[in-house]
């Protein structure tokens, strides 16, 4: 059984730059979850996808945005990023609604 | 809205000690309660969850309602304990919404 990967490991970007990150889920699980976690804070939700669609979000803005494709990987594109969006990116997968398991996530700096 | 708490940025106990992490949760219907814990250089995974009622490497945690807490305990605290622990709390509504609180690090000393 393979676990949920995350790429790239690590990221740096300038204000205004778009970014795209990408996770794989754990093989047999449909659902994916999106966390920013930022330095001493707890993950914050973003969004989660389910069967392709966006079925849930955070308090996040429409720059956030995401995809899941057919195999349940998923991607998160940011734009015009700004430098509050420094952060370690986490993405996690499930069963639909069961135990969310995590990738190692993507620490994205903006300078 | 919901929200977790934990009062405790670092808690620091000796080797034998016994351990109790601190979480405090608003909702005003049934969610579901969650610990997660980080060890260094390793991922977030799940330690325990309030439905499955288990004991995980010791650790025990029980959902008082009355209290709206969830706290994290162990009777005699091991230094392979020392991690950063999260307390979560999940509510599915057409999606599962899973809000984190800030964490508490945990050192053992030995």
């Known amino acids: 059984e393979t676990g949920v990967t995350q790429s790239p490991t690590h990221l740096i970007k300038t204000r205004g730059q778009q970014v795209t990150l990408r996770c794989s889920s754990q093989?047999?699980?449909?659902?994916v979850s999106w966390y920013q976690q930022a330095l001493g804070q707890g993950p914050q939700f973003i969004f989660q996808?389910?069967?392709?669609?966006?079925?849930g979000r955070g308090n996040f803005p429409p720059r956030f945005s995401g995809l899941q494709f057919p195999n349940y990987s998923s991607e998160l594109n940011v734009n015009a990023l700004e430098l509050d969006d420094s952060a370690l990116y986490l993405c996690a997968s499930s069963f639909v609604s069961d135990t969310q398991y995590f990738g190692p996530g993507t620490r994205l700096t903006v300078l | 809205a919901q929200r977790v708490t934990q009062p405790e940025k670092l808690l620091s106990v000796f080797k034998g000690a016994p351990v109790e992490l601190k979480c405090n949760y608003s909702?005003?219907?049934?969610?579901?309660l969650f610990w997660y814990v980080q060890y260094s250089r390793q991922r977030l995974q799940l330690l325990l969850r309030?439905?499955s009622r288990e004991s995980i490497k010791g650790f025990t945690a029980d959902l008082n309602k009355g209290e709206t807490s969830f706290h994290l305990k162990k009777p005699f605290a091991q230094e392979e304990d020392s991690a950063m622990y999260y307390c979560?709390?999940?509510?599915?509504?057409?999606?599962?919404?899973?809000?984190f609180g800030t964490g508490t690090k945990l050192q053992v000393i030995p």
């Open positions: 093989s047999g699980h449909n659902t």
């Open positions: 909702y005003s219907g049934s969610p579901e």
């Open positions: 996808y389910y069967r392709e669609e966006e079925n």
């Open positions: 309030h439905i």
């Open positions: 979560a709390l999940s509510v599915s509504g057409g999606y599962q919404k899973v809000t």
